[in-house]
């Protein structure tokens, strides 16, 4: 299988790789790009760790004992790295089941580590497209931006339809089915980010509404 095949071709790639599935081959992926976003991650907190809090100090007289910025910077990249390792291939892992108890619904018959492992063979391909599409979409951006939001826009419809096509393969789906599975999951993601979004105004309004209380008094 060359590298960019699964793109091109993805039900025949994801038909005959159905049957190398395995969990290990299907979470190193995730593993692997979380290390990576986990020490980019880890090195920001560490950064600000250890230049942000002296220039409090040296900018509004904040006082920072040097061990406290050491360690700031140092349990920012602890945070970071473990957080890349561990927090997003758990998130790959809920979304993934989210998606495989829908497909069950809707008569998938495939099992969770087939759609994880077809799901994981789109990650690095994609990943290297997205990139140059990303560069290309930008250049396009400074000289007629409408083409550059259009080749966004057809990288994620694109994109979309290769998961949804990992999805058929791997539960056993028509393509109708397999569309509704992304369709039902895209609206509970939506209502439970707008809860969240709720929550936090929310809590922000009433966190802001006692502290003006507070100073009037």
Same mark, same amino acid.
């Given at each position: 299988?060359?590298?960019?095949?699964?793109?091109?071709?993805?039900?025949?790639?994801?038909?005959?790789?159905? =049957?190398?599935?395995?969990?290990?081959? $299907?979470?190193?992926?995730?593993?692997?790009?979380?290390?990576?976003?986990?020490?980019?991650?880890?090195?920001?907190?560490?950064?600000?760790?250890?230049?942000? +809090?002296?220039?409090?100090?040296?900018?509004?007289?904040?006082?920072?004992?040097?061990?406290?910025?050491?360690?700031?910077?140092?349990?920012?990249?602890?945070?970071?790295?473990?957080?890349?390792?561990?927090?997003?291939?758990?998130?790959?892992?809920?979304?993934?089941?989210?998606?495989?108890?829908?497909? =069950?619904?809707?008569?998938?018959?495939?099992?969770?580590?087939?759609?994880?492992?077809?799901?994981?063979?789109?990650?690095?391909?994609?990943?290297?497209?997205?990139?140059?599409?990303?560069? $290309?979409?930008?250049?396009?951006?400074?000289?007629?931006?409408?083409?550059?939001?259009? +080749?966004? +826009? $057809?990288?994620?419809?694109?994109?979309?339809?290769?998961?949804?096509?990992?999805? =058929?393969?791997?539960?056993?789906?028509?393509?109708?089915?397999?569309?509704?599975?992304?369709?039902?999951?895209?609206?509970?993601?939506?209502?439970?980010?707008?809860?969240? $979004?709720?929550?936090?105004?929310?809590?922000?309004?009433?966190?802001?509404?006692?502290?003006?209380?507070?100073?009037?008094?």
């Amino acid at each position: 299988m060359g590298f960019f095949d699964v793109l091109i071709k993805p039900e025949e790639v994801f038909k005959s790789e159905i =049957k190398n599935a395995s969990f290990g081959k $299907a979470i190193l992926p995730y593993v692997i790009m979380g290390l990576v976003a986990g020490i980019l991650l880890g090195g920001l907190l560490f950064a600000a760790g250890i230049f942000l +809090l002296p220039f409090l100090k040296s900018s509004y007289d904040f006082t920072v004992p040097a061990a406290m910025t050491g360690l700031f910077g140092g349990t920012g990249l602890v945070f970071g790295i473990l957080f890349g390792v561990i927090g997003y291939p758990l998130m790959v892992l809920i979304g993934t089941g989210f998606l495989f108890l829908i497909a =069950k619904l809707f008569g998938g018959k495939g099992t969770f580590t087939e759609l994880l492992y077809l799901s994981s063979l789109l990650v690095w391909p994609l990943l290297a497209i997205g990139i140059l599409v990303s560069i $290309a979409a930008s250049i396009l951006m400074a000289v007629f931006p409408p083409l550059g939001m259009l +080749l966004h +826009l $057809a990288f994620a419809i694109y994109g979309a339809y290769l998961g949804i096509a990992a999805l =058929k393969v791997a539960m056993g789906l028509e393509w109708l089915h397999s569309i509704l599975v992304f369709v039902v999951l895209w609206v509970i993601c939506a209502i439970i980010a707008g809860i969240i $979004a709720l929550v936090v105004v929310l809590s922000m309004a009433s966190f802001f509404g006692g502290l003006g209380n507070m100073m009037r008094v």
